[in-house]
């Protein structure tokens, strides 16, 4: 892992705005940086644009104006063909999962390992581990169309982390899974964290905020992100 | 540990493309097949007419009036034989009677009965050294005095307007293999395009997880390989019986015309390596495809 020292900021947002097409600005002058090592929640109501922040942040969109710094490159003045090697120091959990059908669960977890060019021998060696880990060992060779909402989820965290990324980002990992689980599931982030993956984590559960309020939590209403500690 | 057997990250074996590509490709080397094989014997014929021809002179002998015309004929013969004798780098000189010509010209007349009482010019088949740099037009000027309506022919005006003829096939038939490229090419681009939109979200998510633009390219280019491979091997099985079947033909025309079409080693070299270039040019063609569209991503 290549974690940076704790404290220096690993992405840094100055007065960016965002919009899609020719429409309004669905996210207005935001300016944030986040510390290498943080945890933090993204919290907002529906439609607040935490998603889009977030695509922003694992480099799904290019802001309409202002500057994104992540892991100390301007992405303006990022060539293309280096964004890949940046995207690969982030895990990222989407909302709706985004796991391939066609895939088992452990072909979706070992995929971004694959991308990589890992040896399949070291593939066979970690993705069951993380799979047993997250509670799904017996769904090594599943589908997910076979997969409950939550074990999907969990499959989507698993994918997430197995590149131990330096950023992750969750768009409501606990949305679809019950308390137990979830719990589970931010003991986990905790534990990345702890080991220095940096965490953002999307939720409009305020209840989940409450019990781990000993984290930061940045704010996105009508587009305008505030921090709130 | 089938979980762990190597695969594609796209699901493109389940793609319409994948049933349609590959006829598509087969037609294609079919169509390319017969126009690479119709240049390469082409190409033949040039070469054989031309070795044919060259180091050989006509002398044509109008016949004589009058009421000896036949023994008058003979003798315009026989002075247009000599003549010729002389010419340094002649080598041989052969006067058909009339009956060779009789025979010469029974292919394309049939029955040559009716034409046996007419004036029928007499030909001098003249073999010359290929090295000899021969005057033609002092040779022609003293046969000319010597024999009156003798003229001599080198066949280079007949020859030059079949290769031109000739050439201008070859050229077309290069123009139509070119076409069918761009065709696949356009075929492979669309059915890639298409495979691309079907398949957006799971590129999207290969994208996002630091997959290289060239990873997901060579996933689309190996399935444009493996189709394209398959059609071709499939267009050339169709067009090996059809060329035989078209030599077999050309054999039975009748009056050696056309002496024999038989494709040489490089034209059968050319056509196995029709689907190896189909397979390619659709390899190539769908990696460029890809790398085109996915530039438009951030």
Known sequence: ????????????????????????????DVTFALPSGSFH???????????????????????????????????????????????????????DFRLLDHMTALDNVALPLRV??????????????????????????AR?????????????????VIGRPDLLLADEPTGNVDDHIAMRLMYLFEELNKLGTTIVVATHNEGLVERFAHNPRLHIEHGMVSRVT | MML???????????????????????????????????????????????????????VQVIPA??????????????????????????????AFDKKRTLALLEPWLGNTDMV????????????????????????????ARAVPGASLDDHRVWLSRLINLSRTMQWLAVVVVVLIGAVTSATVVYATRTG???????????????????????????RAFSLGIAGGLMGLGLALPALTALGWAAKRLEGGFLPSIGLPVLGYVALALLPLLAAGLAMLTARLTVHGTLARMP
Do not use: C
């Open chain 2, 65 to 94: 009036g009058g009421d000896h015309a036949e023994a008058a004929t003979e003798e315009r013969v026989r002075v247009a034989v000599e003549v010729m004798r002389k010419v340094p780098g002649v080598l041989a000189v052969k």
């Open chain 2, 196 to 222: 691309m939109a079907v398949h957006h979200g799971i590129i999207e998510v290969l994208h996002l997880i630091g997959a290289h633009d060239d990873y997901i390219a060579r996933q689309f280019a190996d």
């Open chain 2, 116 to 143: 046996q009482d007419m004036p029928l010019p007499r030909l001098i088949d003249v073999t010359v050294d290929s090295d000899a740099r021969i005057d033609l037009g002092e040779v022609a000027s003293r046969l």
């Open chain 1, 116 to 141: 990589r060019g890992v040896r399949e021998s070291e593939i066979r060696k970690h993705v069951p581990e993380l799979l047993s880990w997250v509670g799904l060992a017996d769904h090594l060779g």
């Open chain 1, 144 to 160: 997910p169309s076979t997969l409950s909402g939550g074990q999907k989820q969990r499959v989507a965290i698993a994918r997430a």
């Open chain 1, 1 to 28: 892992m290549r974690h940076r020292p704790r404290g220096e900021d690993i992405i840094r947002f100055d007065s960016v705005g965002l919009r899609y097409g020719l429409g309004p600005e669905v996210l207005q």
């Open chain 2, 4 to 58: 762990f057997r190597r695969r594609s990250d796209l699901p493109l074996a389940g793609d319409a493309t994948s049933r349609f590509l590959p006829w598509l490709v087969a037609l294609m080397v079919f169509l390319a097949a017969m126009a690479v094989a119709g240049a390469f014997v082409i190409s033949g014929l040039m070469e054989r007419w031309d070795r044919d021809v060259s180091g050989t002179l006509t």
């Open chain 1, 41 to 95: 929640f993204l919290t907002g109501p529906s439609g607040a644009g935490k998603s889009s922040l977030l695509r922003l942040m694992y480099l799904g969109l290019r802001p309409t104006r202002g500057r994104v710094v992540l892991f100390d490159r301007d992405i303006a003045n990022t060539k293309r063909y280096e964004l890949p090697a940046l995207r690969r120091r982030i895990g990222v959990v989407f909302q």
